[in-house]
């Protein structure tokens, strides 16, 4: 089976995926991308300077805060963590998420309305 | 490394945050890092090492737009950063700041208090220079443009004219601008309920229009309304009145209301504190008429329009890019040429123009003079409430030293110790602001009903502008409570012996005692002048009320009937005089009535007067006088003495009585300086005096002095002739009613004379009192205005002296207790500390006295019968201040002399 295109991802939403991703604990920049791409299973189209972007700007509201540290393999890297802040906003762009979603959902879930003659 | 240390250190050491080349260096580190992580998990998948990092390239997005892309987002975000910080950083400084106002209640409470009444004292006087003298007159559209007329050195009164003149200036000048007239008169107006006496305006049909004001309800005059004959019964009640009298009924149009009489209908209102050209001290004015319906509500001319009497004031609209001098010659020139056709005409009349703005007026009246002095000698308690407030802010921060030091070692930048010490007093001065709104609420309040009585007061008591004016002062005021301890602190601020403590700090204590002595100092010598100046106002006061006005003020009142009737002189007028003095007579304390034409404060003529054998070139013969006919008990109901000779007996009171004649001493002196006029006689005539019946002189009166303060104007002469003689004139004819206090007896007289079966026509009933109060009301204001400051000044140098001395004592607790110990009896340390204070004291006198003498020529003009000079009075001032400050300076010395020597050697 072919694999489908990948989706954009729409304005604003990769901030809230990022802060999801943070919540486990403090990551750096390629490991977000890298688990990012692991849970999207190829359906998202992720640039990789359109997400240090959105870490930058969660970082200028103060929603995350870096922490300049060291990795296994001994390289200087700035780990992301999730502020208070931060988990308020996910929890409440979540919830948000959800109740659009599911009235989406609902509307496209709704059954054909039946036609007065049928065809042929 | 300094970007490995967090942020959070680098704030408090203010080691600097992040410069601009650093985001790229970082953001570059951060995508270098990116890269070889992508690239090893590529190679780790089976990538070769180029196609690696190809890939991690071209995965990482476009090659041109990333990098600068990501570099402007860094920067953004560390702009917003650092801003959010300076944020918090404030926050966190006001924070400490109110915290450390709850915990010493009492400083607190000492600065808030003392910058509340510097803050306040200023607020009240700024919104009564502002209302009296900066405000344009309220609703009147470009009031620069707008003028009235005056003679150069005289005031508006100069510029009255007749209609006839009036209507050949508007014509000459239509083409520079647009003029109109109004004319002034009191007249009894009847709402429904008591009626009083009201100033009205009358005005021509375009007045309105020039002023370019809308009416808050219904029209103004239209043409019609001048043209219908008589003039159509309209009246224009002001904003003011239709609020009190009718309650801001919005059914007032069409109401009606009674002027003398006339009944009248309301048909506009006009905005609110609208008071057209006039001046507010002059206070309110409420009822607009027609100038047509001068004729039937005044005892003016029959006819306005054809009348060549004197009785209207123009105002005139500049049109634009005409300059006001052009203006002023042809006004003059127009005059001028009409005075030519008239016999006797004035040639050299000259008219000047006068901006209706108060901010460009001339001259000022006493009252505003007394006001801007008022409101500069505000500024100077301003200054000492602000130097209270710095000496407790330094006392504070000297108490803080320690703490000081030890955030200065940790790092703290002098620029945010300073930036906490100005939020600091930032804070105590917005709060002392926010009670300053209250005390000058309650300063208002008492100018606008006791001070300022009578003056037209617009707005609500604290208005915008005076609002604007607090949070002014005390931004002000804050950079003054916090200058000096900044200074004094961070300048000569040495961490070691702040650290160390102990007596090592000898030379920055002395310093500071000495800084302290000079606050002190000044705040004792302004508050001296202060107190000096209330002292000379209290005094011009006295004098003022000690003139001899001739007249007894406390108990006599005036009565007069409507102008309508006695111009109309119709036959019962003389009943109706005789029914007022009788129902006058029998309200309860009064003790005499008498009647007479030509009183004081009423209409009176002008009579020419001639003396067999004297010159009539004499200057007293030129002058001409006032004719005063006068029943037989005049003399003593109105309480004017006679000094030689008589008052007219009953019997004499006869149109075909001998005639006889009482004059003033002043004129007296002038016809006869070396033998007595009684005896003498004197010729009184409106023309051709000399051949009119030479009346005997029986009596010499006082002087009479209407105006409290013109002492030096030749007095006005009178000449008294009984009341029969005196030509029947009813519209000067006036009814005085002597009583216990003429305060109650107006009430009483005007209740009796409208009630009892029919109400008679009344015009004015009035104490002599109320006429001369406004003369009184700059006298009052600076006495106390001026002794309210003195006093405010006094109580503040008072508790200054005392926390000086407080502190001064507990600094030198050790030297106390060995001087104790070595045999110091409590008389010799109070005399140790006395001297100190007393030789403080002497040089803050001393420069009081010498700054007093100095300025008194600019108090001198605003006192009466006071030299600005006076030695009693320095000398009274000097002494209390310096018993108050020896006084407040022994306490603490009483307090050092009784600690334990011991105890206090062992402290710190």
């Known amino acids: 089976m072919a694999k489908p295109t990948p989706l954009p991802i729409l304005r604003g939403n990769l901030e809230v995926l990022v802060l999801k991703a943070l919540t486990a604990g403090p990551l750096h920049g390629y490991a977000i991308t890298d688990w990012l791409e692991h849970q999207a299973h190829g359906n998202l189209e992720l640039v990789d300077s359109a997400l240090y972007q959105a870490l930058y700007r969660l970082e200028s509201r103060r929603l995350v805060k870096p922490v300049w540290g060291v990795t296994e393999k001994n390289r200087r890297a700035r780990f992301y963590h999730i502020t208070d802040a931060g988990r308020a906003e996910l929890r409440a762009e979540a919830a948000r998420w959800t109740r659009y979603a599911a009235t989406i959902g609902d509307i496209l879930a709704l059954p054909v309305p039946a036609t007065g003659s049928a065809n042929g | ?908």
């Open chain 2, 1 to 908: 490394m300094a970007d490995e240390t967090p942020r959070r250190f680098r704030r408090l050491f203010h080691l600097g945050l992040r410069r601009p080349n650093r985001v790229d260096a970082e953001v570059d580190d951060e995508i270098a890092f990116h890269l070889q992580e992508r690239v090893d998990a590529l190679v780790a998948r089976g990538w070769s090492e180029t196609d690696a990092v190809a890939e991690a390239h071209r995965l990482f997005g476009d090659a041109k737009t990333a990098r600068p892309t990501l570099i402007a987002e860094a920067t953004l975000r560390d702009r917003r950063l650092d801003w959010f910080e300076r944020l918090d950083s404030i926050v966190a400084d006001l924070k400490l700041a109110a915290r450390q106002l709850r915990h010493a209640p009492a400083f607190s409470l000492g600065v808030i208090l003392a910058i509340a009444l510097g803050i306040g004292a200023n607020a009240t006087m700024f919104s009564i220079i502002d209302r009296l003298m900066l405000r344009p007159p309220a609703g009147v559209a470009m009031p620069e443009r707008v003028y009235t007329f005056a003679r150069p050195g005289r005031d508006r009164t100069s510029s009255a004219m007749s209609f006839v003149a009036f209507s050949a200036m508007r014509d000459d000048l239509a083409g520079v601008a647009n003029l109109s007239a109004e004319s002034f008169f009191p007249l009894t107006v009847d709402f429904g309920g008591e009626p009083r006496s009201e100033h009205a305006l009358f005005v021509d049909s375009n007045y309105f229009g020039l002023l370019g004001t809308t009416p808050a309800l219904g029209r103004y005059f239209v043409a019609d309304d001048f043209t219908a004959p008589g003039g159509a019964p309209v009246a224009v009640i002001s904003y003011g009145l239709w609020q009190q009298e009718f309650g801001g009924d919005r059914g007032v149009i069409g109401r009606a209301l009674n002027v003398d009489d006339q009944r009248l209908l309301i048909v506009g209102v006009t905005p609110r504190d609208f008071n057209g050209v006039e001046p507010v001290e002059l206070g309110a004015f409420d009822i607009w008429l027609p100038i047509a319906l001068g004729s039937k509500l005044t005892d003016g001319p029959a006819n306005w329009q054809t009348s060549r009497v004197r009785n209207l004031f123009p105002v005139a609209r500049v049109k634009p890019g005409v300059a006001t001098s052009l203006l002023a010659e042809r006004a003059t020139a127009v005059q001028r040429a009409l005075e030519r056709t008239v016999p006797n005409g004035d040639t050299t009349i000259a008219f000047e123009l006068r901006s209706i703005l108060p901010s460009r007026a001339p001259t000022l009246s006493p009252t505003e003079r007394i006001a801007s002095m008022l409101g500069a000698v505000s500024l100077f308690v301003l200054v000492i409430a602000c130097f209270n407030a710095a000496n407790l802010m330094l006392a504070r921060a000297v108490r803080r030293e320690r703490e000081i030091a030890i955030r200065v070692a940790l790092g703290v930048s002098r620029r945010r110790l300073l930036r906490q010490l100005m939020l600091d007093s930032l804070l105590l001065s917005m709060l002392g602001g926010l009670v300053a709104i209250a005390v000058a609420a309650v300063g208002a309040f008492v100018m606008r009903g006791v001070l300022l009585q009578g003056v037209l007061w617009s707005g609500t008591l604290v208005d915008a502008r005076t609002l604007g004016f607090i949070v002014a002062t005390a931004f002000v005021a804050s950079l003054l409570t916090c200058a000096f301890p900044a200074l004094l602190l961070l300048r000569r601020f040495d961490i070691q012996h702040a650290l160390v403590g102990g007596s090592s700090r000898q030379a920055g204590r002395s310093h500071r005692t000495r800084f302290v002595s000079l606050l002190v100092v000044s705040q004792g010598a302004l508050s001296a002048v202060l107190l000096i100046g209330a002292l000379l106002f209290v005094r011009s006061l006295e004098k003022v009320r000690g003139v001899p006005v001739g007249m007894d003020l406390e108990h006599t009142t005036i009565a007069t009937l409507s102008a309508r009737v006695t111009r109309a002189n119709a036959p019962n007028t003389d009943a109706l005089f005789t029914e007022l003095a009788a129902r006058a007579s029998r309200v309860p304390g009064v003790t005499s009535v008498a009647t007479a034409e030509g009183a004081s404060f009423t209409v009176f003529q002008v009579r020419q007067i001639a003396v067999p054998g004297l010159s009539p070139s004499l200057d007293a013969i030129q002058n001409g006088t006032v004719l005063r006919a006068v029943s037989p008990n005049y003399f003593e109901t109105i309480g004017t003495p006679i000094l030689r000779g008589r008052p007219f007996s009953a019997d004499e009171d006869r149109v075909d009585g001998e005639p006889l004649a009482i004059i003033n001493a002043s004129l007296a002196d002038m016809l006869w300086p070396n033998s007595d006029a009684i005896g003498k006689c004197i010729q009184v005539a409106p023309r051709e005096a000399a051949k009119a019946p030479c009346r005997r002189i029986v009596g010499i009166a006082t002087d009479l002095h209407e105006q409290l303060t013109n002492l030096d104007r030749r007095e006005t002469a009178s000449i008294y002739v009984p009341l029969s003689q005196g030509g029947h004139i009813a519209t000067s004819r006036a009814v005085i009613v002597r009583g216990d206090a003429s305060s109650a007896i107006v009430q009483h007289v005007r209740a009796a004379a409208l009630g009892g079966g029919f109400a008679l026509p009344i015009g004015d009933v009035f104490s002599i009192e109320s006429k001369l109060a406004p003369q009184l009301r700059p006298w009052k204001l600076g006495a106390t205005m001026f002794g309210i400051f003195g006093a405010l000044a006094f109580v503040l140098t008072a508790l200054g002296t005392y926390s000086m001395f407080t502190y001064n004592v507990a600094q030198r607790t050790q030297e106390m207790g060995v001087r104790i110990a070595l045999g110091a009896r409590t008389l010799d340390i109070l005399s140790l500390i006395g001297r100190r204070s007393a030789a403080l004291s002497l040089i803050g006198v001393l420069v009081a006295v010498l700054s007093a003498a100095s300025f008194a020529r600019f108090i001198q003009p605003l006192l009466f019968q006071t030299s600005a000079r006076s030695w009693p009075i320095y000398a009274l001032v000097a002494v209390a201040m310096t018993l108050v400050a020896i006084g407040a300076s022994l306490i603490p010395a009483w307090r050092g002399a009784r600690v334990d020597p011991l105890m206090a050697i062992r402290s710190e």
